[in-house]
């Protein structure tokens, strides 16, 4: 059972341009958010983070949005630049500290 | 700072042997996991530790076992291995804190022929 969910497999922008990455969840009982962004070859760092009491978090190019009410959460990066291409992952995690993965989104910044 | 150090990062065994990854943290972190990264499946975790002697199950825990003797290291063991666990292996850590994010490892690519 997918608890949390990226239907996207892979998206491609125009640099420059908003890309707008999407999550679904299903349980309810998640309280914090995150999206991590990995390259070939290595481990998934940390790019933004929401708590389930906020709807908005915002750090530069990055902005995540929470909708608890349609258990959907998405990432958008404006403008998109080349370096952002990578794989995205968004996690979820619950009270017991577990912590769940999408499927992740391949980003790909057309030049 | 290491940060979370994963070894070895890549490793052939044969079916039915055994071997054991070791995830280790220098950010004096309570929580630490195991996840495992195949095509299309993402990032599935295989077993969790929110502390020092204590370890749960996360969505694929079979075939393997973890120990978490003490607080830096997380080891994950295959005890018979098999050709489903070819895969890269990633470890995190983190804090007991609210709103913090987990630090990975640069990964352990495993692969049973």
């Known amino acids: 059972d997918q608890q949390v969910k990226q239907n996207s497999p892979s998206l491609s922008v125009q640099e420059g341009r908003i890309s707008i990455l999407n999550c679904d969840y299903t349980n309810s009982m998640f309280d914090y958010f995150l999206w991590y962004k990995k390259y070939p070859a290595e481990g998934p760092t940390f790019l933004i983070s929401?708590?389930?009491?906020?709807d908005k978090n915002e750090d530069g190019r990055f902005t995540v949005f929470l909708n608890k009410s349609a258990k959907h959460l998405s990432l958008h990066i404006v403008p998109s630049q080349p370096g952002d291409s990578a794989v995205y992952f968004c996690a979820a995690r619950d009270p017991n500290e577990k912590l769940t993965f999408g499927t992740g989104t391949r980003l790909t910044i057309i030049p | 700072n290491a940060g979370v150090t994963q070894t070895p990062k890549f490793r052939v065994l044969k079916t039915g042997q055994s071997m054991t990854l070791l995830c280790a943290q220098d950010m004096n972190h309570e929580y630490m996991y195991w996840y495992r990264q195949d095509p299309g499946m993402g990032l599935r975790l295989i077993h969790y530790?929110?502390?020092?002697?204590?370890?749960a199950k996360g969505e694929v825990p079979d075939g393997y076992n973890v120990s978490r003797l003490k607080k830096q290291n997380f080891l994950l063991g295959l005890e018979s291995a098999a050709p489903s666990q070819t895969s890269v292996y990633f470890c995190?850590?983190?804090?007991?804190?609210?709103?913090?994010?987990?630090?990975f490892g640069q990964g352990t690519r495993l692969t049973v022929v």
């Open positions: 995190a850590s983190g804090h007991r804190t609210s709103n913090t994010e987990a630090f």
């Open positions: 530790s929110v502390g020092e002697g204590t370890t």
């Open positions: 929401i708590s389930s009491i906020k």
